[in-house]
């Protein structure tokens, strides 16, 4: 997680704490959205990513008033501070670092298998 972390905040240019956040809701998302086998694969890869969900799901009530998919996910990122710009770049870079870690096809088919995810790729 610490590698990842690091890539994530120097790549994208924000703060290390944002970044494990960061993280954490997105891999979140891809494991309530996408497929769960090849998600599950990945999240396997990175120590710590579900140290990382866990603390991402503790939000309260706020992500369940948001509802969910990828709407609820951009929204909890700008409250994180993050411009659509940067989530773009953060998106690419988590791809990246996935298909690093679990092969491009597995990772294609993360990413297509989500739905609206195809668009940051």
């Given at each position: 997680?610490d ?6 905040a120097?790549?994208?240019?924000i ?7 960061t993280?954490g ?6 494991r309530?959205?996408g ?8 999240i396997?890869q990175?120590p710590?990513?579900?140290a990382?969900i866990?603390a991402s799901?503790?939000?309260?009530g ?8 990828l709407?609820a ?5 700008m ?7 940067e ?9 990246r670092f ?14 297509s298998g989500?739905?609206g995810?195809s668009?940051?790729?």
């Amino acid at each position: 997680m610490d590698e990842l972390v690091g890539q994530l905040a120097a790549k994208a240019g924000i703060d290390g704490a944002v970044a494990e956040k960061t993280i954490g809701i997105v891999l979140g998302f891809l494991r309530n959205e996408g497929p769960s086998d090849k998600v599950q694969a990945l999240i396997d890869q990175i120590p710590g990513a579900e140290a990382a969900i866990a603390a991402s799901n503790n939000s309260g009530g706020l992500s369940r008033l948001m509802g969910g998919g990828l709407m609820a996910v951009g929204t909890r990122l700008m409250a994180l501070g993050l411009s659509m710009g940067e989530i773009q770049n953060i998106a690419r870079e988590l791809f990246r670092f996935g298909r690093d870690k679990i092969g491009a096809d597995q990772m294609g088919e993360i990413i297509s298998g989500t739905p609206g995810l195809s668009q940051f790729a």
